[in-house]
């Protein structure tokens, strides 16, 4: 499986997926400059977190012009994967290959920390090695997380089950006070109905190294290989 990470200006978690899919699990994965407009060699398309074109106007505003974003919904309009974190989860609505919109957090402020996550859907090529209701803990980094939709999107998406990660205690309770940012309905992650683009607010890539102290990220990858190529 051939990964391939766009890089914006202002990208500064290329590099920490590529340590995951290439370093740790040996894949082969290219580095995708923004201008490029031709990724058909790529099985999946990864859009990193960061500060494309650094958040001006908001996040992914400017982002979603570059020539790669055409070929993305291309890419994803044939059935093939993209996975949007943080800055790409942002990017992802704004060129609406997923609905609603990431804006400020709640309380107006960037938030670092290392939370707790249940996961809702495990019948996905992401989710395929966890089961569902797992608690896993991953970190989170971003000014404008608060996932906002209207109540018919959200309603779909909760239909569908196409809300795969949420917010939520140690012991797995989704709660007002386990949502950081404000999300609407604790929201850390949404794909679209057809589950081959996924957009979430945690970082998986920096929770996949053991030296880390924290594998539970690392489970989306082996998890898309085994699905997928059944590696």
């Known amino acids: 499986m051939k990964f391939g990470i766009i890089m914006f200006p202002g990208s500064n978690c290329d590099r920490d997926v590529a340590w995951v899919t290439q370093g740790l699990l040996g ?28 958040d001006y106007l908001r996040c992914g505003a400017i982002a979603r012009f570059s020539p790669v974003m055409k070929a993305t919904i291309i890419h994803a309009q044939k059935g093939k994967l993209v996975l949007g974190i943080c800055n790409g989860f942002q990017i992802l609505t704004e060129i609406g290959l997923l609905p609603g919109v990431l804006v400020r957090n709640q309380k107006l402020n960037f938030i670092c920390n290392q939370v707790p996550v249940k996961v809702e859907n495990s019948d996905t090529p992401w989710t395929s090695a966890y089961t569902k209701g797992e608690v896993i803990s991953l970190p989170i980094a971003h000014g404008e997380g608060h996932y906002y939709a209207d109540a018919d999107t959200l309603k779909d998406l909760e239909n569908n089950c196409q809300i795969l990660f949420r917010y939520c205690t140690e012991n797995g309770e989704i709660s007002p006070e386990a949502n950081p940012n404000g999300s609407l309905n604790n929201i850390a992650g949404i794909c679209n109905r057809q589950g081959n683009v996924l957009g979430m607010m945690p970082h998986p890539e920096r929770a996949s190294d053991p030296m880390l102290g924290d594998t539970d990220g690392m489970k989306l990858f082996k998890g898309l290989l085994m699905a997928v190529v059944g590696i």
């Not at 082969?28 to 650094?54: A, K, L, N």
């Open 27 to 54: 894949q082969p994965t290219r580095m995708v400059w923004h201008q490029e407009e031709d990724i058909s060699d790529v099985d999946v398309i990864v859009i990193p977190g960061g500060f494309s074109y650094g």
